[in-house]
């Protein structure tokens, strides 16, 4: 069965980091790309950042352009966002999902082929 896992969500204080991981089972990351979603109470979910197998890495929203970094370890079939200076409005729960592509990825929900369930980031002091 194909599923991604995340994990690395918590509790942490304005300024501070945190690394979410998105790990694969059932499927090689070679041949998906991997998007970072997060979803704060009362809003849409929206498109953090995605990884292609290609190599190359989008952070899709200027504020966090400088702050959030994803990158891939194919040997541990992982994804990671590392997420530094956080701040309050970063609060939401962060998904990650798959998309069968090397070349592309997508801010659009809709183009991923299956999520998994998500990890809550709270940032407050």
């Known amino acids: 069965q194909l599923s991604v896992v995340e994990s690395g969500g918590g509790l942490v204080q304005p300024g501070g980091s945190l690394r979410l991981s998105c790990a694969a089972s059932g499927f090689t990351l070679d041949y998906y790309a991997i998007g970072w979603f997060r979803q704060a109470p009362g809003k849409e979910r929206e498109g953090v950042s995605c990884s292609i197998p290609s190599g190359i890495s989008i952070i899709y929203l200027e504020d966090m352009k400088g702050r959030f970094t994803i990158s891939r370890d194919n040997a541990k079939n992982t994804v990671y966002l590392q997420m530094n200076n956080l701040k309050p409005e970063d609060t939401a729960n962060y998904f990650c999902?798959?998309?069968?592509?090397?070349?592309?990825?997508?801010?659009?929900?809709?183009?991923?082929?299956?999520w998994g369930r998500g990890t809550q980031v709270t940032v407050s002091s």
């Open positions: 999902a798959a998309l069968k592509a090397y070349n592309f990825c997508s801010p659009s929900r809709s183009m991923y082929n299956f």
